[in-house]
């Protein structure tokens, strides 16, 4: 069995992957006359040339550990971004590319306050809350050429908590 425990989501770990948003420190500016902190352009967006931002809601239904991983996918054409409408915790899993198929997944758990955008061709693992609705905004690419490559493991991993 091919085992990898999960590691807390910062910004240094998954920054090979994407982005983590959160609402950390002190905001980047005061808006709303001094009421509203405003932490700016968190996230590196990217639809390509032919694409545009839509904003989804995904519901997902709930996983627990431990987990298997026999799938991974990536968006060759932009990238996508996940913010939960609920304070839960969820997991995150990511490959590296390794001449086109992914390597060795990673698996990073949020801390319920956390949202995550995935670069441009970042292979991932599906959206997989940990508690119930599992609700999602997701921010990603729409446009008119195929943007989805799925990828399974001959061998699935089994994801555990840390």
């Given at each position: 069995?091919?085992?990898?425990?999960?590691?807390?989501?910062?910004?240094?770990?998954?920054?090979?992957?994407?982005?983590?948003?959160?609402?950390?420190?002190?905001?980047?500016?005061?808006?709303?006359?001094?009421?509203?902190?405003?932490?700016?352009?968190?996230?590196?967006?990217?639809?390509?040339?032919?694409?545009?931002?839509?904003?989804?809601?995904?519901?997902?239904?709930?996983?627990?550990?431990?987990?298997?991983?026999?799938?991974?996918?990536?968006?060759?054409?932009?990238?996508?971004?996940?913010?939960?409408?609920?304070?839960?915790?969820?997991?995150?899993?990511?490959?590296?590319?390794?001449?086109?198929?992914p390597?060795?997944?990673?698996?990073?758990?949020?801390?319920?306050s956390?949202?995550?955008?995935f670069?441009?061709?970042?292979?991932?693992?599906?959206l997989?809350?940990l508690?119930?609705?599992?609700?999602?905004?997701?921010?990603?690419?729409?446009?008119?050429?195929?943007?989805?490559?799925?990828?399974?493991?001959?061998?699935?991993?089994?994801?555990?908590?840390?």
């Amino acid at each position: 069995m091919r085992v990898i425990h999960t590691e807390p989501l910062t910004p240094e770990s998954f920054a090979p992957f994407g982005d983590v948003m959160a609402a950390t420190g002190a905001p980047d500016r005061l808006i709303n006359q001094g009421f509203c902190g405003r932490y700016h352009d968190r996230a590196q967006l990217d639809f390509g040339p032919d694409g545009r931002a839509g904003l989804s809601i995904f519901k997902a239904i709930p996983r627990s550990f431990p987990y298997l991983l026999d799938l991974v996918e990536r968006h060759p054409e932009g990238s996508q971004a996940f913010i939960p409408m609920t304070a839960d915790p969820f997991l995150v899993i990511t490959a590296p590319d390794q001449d086109g198929t992914p390597g060795t997944p990673r698996a990073f758990l949020t801390d319920g306050s956390q949202a995550i955008n995935f670069h441009r061709g970042t292979w991932h693992g599906v959206l997989t809350p940990l508690a119930a609705p599992g609700l999602f905004a997701v921010v990603d690419r729409i446009g008119p050429t195929a943007n989805l490559q799925e990828h399974w493991f001959d061998q699935p991993w089994t994801i555990t908590p840390a």
